[in-house]
Structures are given as C-alpha cells and as structure tokens.
C-alpha cells in the first residue's frame, strides 16, 4: 500500500471509530411508584428555565439525556407523590428509590464512581457529625433560660455553650474543608465551600478569591462575596453613601443626603415590618429620638418587602414618629451591602461612618463615648 493510501485508510479508520463511540450519557430510571403517579409526569428541574420531564406509566419511568453537568445540583420532583430528590447530572445509569422510611434516594449503577455517593456521603456526614452538638447545645441553651437559675450557674451554662460553639465550627469547618478540596472543580466543592464558616467578611473575601472557578460560579456565593465587598467599603471610618435614590414604588423618592442637616449626626435604621428584631430595637431608636433631637437625625428604612402597606402599618403599631422611608426595590441594601437586619449606621456631620452593627446596646455605647 503507498503512502497516500495508508494515510487514507487510517482516517477512515479513526472516523469509523469516532462514528461509533457514544457521548457519554445520563440516564434516570424508577419503578414500583405510587399510584398517584401514574400517567402524571415527573421532573428533573434546575430553575424555571432549566427543566425535564418524563412520564410515569405501568408504575415505570425513564429518562435519558445527552446534557450532563457537575457543577450544579437538579432535583427529581413530582408533587403528586410529594418527591423532592437531588440529583448530580453526571455521566452514569441512575435509580430513584424509596427506602421503608418513605424517602427517596438516587442509587448509582456504579457508586464507586459516582458524585452523586460522594454528595450522600458529604450530607450524612454532616449530619451525623453536628447532630449531637447542635442537640447538646439546645439542651444548655434550655437550661440556661429557666428563671430560677443562679449567677455561678448561669455563668458555667455561658462558658459550655462558647466551647460548644467552638467545637461546631471546629468540626463544621474540618469536614467541610475535606470534600472541599477533594472536589473543587464540581458542585459538592461548592457546597462545601458554602458551609464554611469564616472569622471576617476579610477572610470569606481572601477565601473566595482563591477558589476554584466552579464556586466563583455559584450565585449564592457570588452574591454573597459582592454583598461583603460593598459592606467593607461602608464600614466604620469609611464615607457614607447618600446620594443613591430610594424608591417608594408610589411616586415618592428620596434620598439619605436629603436628611443630614449641618452640624448633625444621621442614624439610618434599616429595617422590616417582619423581623422581630427590627421592631425590638425600636424602643431605643425612640429613645434617642427624645433625648439627642440636638445632635442626631433618626431615619428608618424599610427594606426587603414589597408591601409598603405592611410598612405602613407596623410604622403605626410601633409609635414610629420620626423619618421614614420605604424602599420598595432595597436598593439601600445593594448600595451597603447589607446581609441582616436591623442594620444601624451612624454617620457624622462629615460623612463618615462611625458605627455600623446590629445591636442597639452597641449604638448606644457608641453615642455615649462620641458625647452625644
């Protein structure tokens, strides 16, 4: 054979090959389900975007896909039988079972192998491991609640409930660092990523910033890491942002520079209708209402629900006589990187924030020692 021939053979070889191998696939299958099911359809969902479907027939489904993706977690649902399963779309023959306790499970043809074991694996261990700590420490916090209980005591209940905490994020952060780094490139590293807890906003940013491209792809984190870069740069000694517009979603805008009067301090109070410990804090915002109208400017914010009737209403429940504003789209809290509420921001006469936190008790500490 010459050359040419040669070169021609091996082509046709190499494309008779390729013609032949398969993509790898997933594929999902069940049987012996509830009646409810029966000519009802079953999916594999992601977001409202991202969904499949198959139909339950003879007590029987299944699906197969060419579409496999380990970076993101899908969940089996049927609201017929009420399933709500996750599942890893990676390569592979899957089965959706039912255990005697009624919950279902997806089972690998090759759990060696498989994500979606190491998913199991990395939840029951979890579970397993921070279970009893979390129970201890529900009992101590019990006890430390009775009204009976003495100063020496309640002091020793404090100090085991700190080791208790220690020994969760100790633990918590051990296992989650493990399946971390043994799976940074799919969305069990993500998740594990996610359980981690960090010292500081510092620290989550260094942390994220060197992570792998899968979690920097995860919204959750993602916005999490923008909401804690735009909280450090209105953190205390950093200047305050006032000139955003706060819509109230009826023709009505403000903005927070249009209540810092010369010579005064500006407390903005970001709160909710909701949120319990918003409304707790009100009765020290009326206090500093009362005895530092000379020197500090109140405004409550209402953030984070669309209703500003609700708004409207606790405003009244609550006797909240000073300035407020609702802002329907939370734009505030995209502007200051706000993650809980209430948050209470302290701004001089200057512009700069000189205390920013949730405790009432800390504020008022802050507008003791500035002489208010």
């Known amino acids: 054979m010459n050359k040419l021939k040669h070169t ?36 594999l969902i992601l977001d409202e975007d991202n969904k499949d479907s198959v139909l339950v027939s003879n007590g029987s489904f299944a699906f197969t896909s060419d579409s496999t993706d380990v970076t993101k977690i899908w969940y089996v649902v049927s609201k017929d039988a009420q399933i709500q399963t996750p599942i ?7 089965t959706l079972t039912r255990g005697e306790d009624g919950k279902y ?39 430390l ?10 002091d020793k209940l404090q100090a085991e409930i700190q ?13 989650a660092r493990k399946y971390y780094e043994s799976n940074k490139d799919n969305v069990i590293g993500a998740l594990a990523f996610s359980q981690l807890q960090f010292d500081s906003d510092e620290d989550f940013i260094s942390a994220y910033e060197g992570a792998s491209s899968v979690v920097k792809e995860d919204k959750n984190l993602k916005n999490q890491y ?9 953190s205390e000694g950093k200047p305050y942002k006032g000139d955003f517009v706060i819509d109230d979603g009826e023709g009505t805008t403000v903005k927070l520079s249009d209540y810092m009067e010369a010579g005064k301090y500006l407390l903005v109070d970001f709160w909710a209708s909701w949120c319990g410990p918003c409304r707790q804090a009100m009765p020290h915002l009326a206090g500093i209402v009362k005895d530092h109208s000379k020197t500090i400017t109140v405004l409550s914010v209402g953030v984070w629900e669309k209703s500003k009737e609700n708004n409207d209403s606790a405003r009244k429940e609550l006797g909240i ?52």
């Open 8 to 43: 021609v053979a091996l082509i046709a070889g190499l494309v008779l090959v390729a013609g032949c191998q398969s993509s790898p696939k997933f594929s999902l299958k069940g049987s012996n389900l509830p009646e409810e099911m029966e000519g009802k359809y079953l999916y």
């Open 88 to 94: 890893i779309r990676e390569a592979g023959d899957f």
């Open 105 to 143: 499970t997806i089972t690998a043809a090759d759990e060696a192998k498989s994500l979606n074991a190491v998913y199991r694996d990395f939840s029951k261990e979890m579970d397993e491991t921070l279970a009893p700590i979390t129970q201890a420490y529900r009992a101590k916090d019990q006890e």
């Open 145 to 154: 609640s009775k009204e009976d209980i003495g100063a020496e005591a309640a």
């Open 163 to 175: 080791e208790l905490e220690k020994e969760y994020t100790d633990a918590n952060n051990k296992l």
């Open 226 to 234: 923008d909401s804690m870069k735009l909280a450090l740069e209105t």
């Open 321 to 372: 006589t000073w300035n407020t504003a609702f802002d329907k789209e939370s734009q505030s809290v995209k502007e200051y990187g706000i993650l809980g509420i209430p948050t209470l921001m302290l701004v001089n006469p200057e512009g700069t924030i000189v205390y920013r936190g949730h405790s009432p008790q800390d504020l008022d500490a802050k507008i003791k020692e500035l002489g208010l």
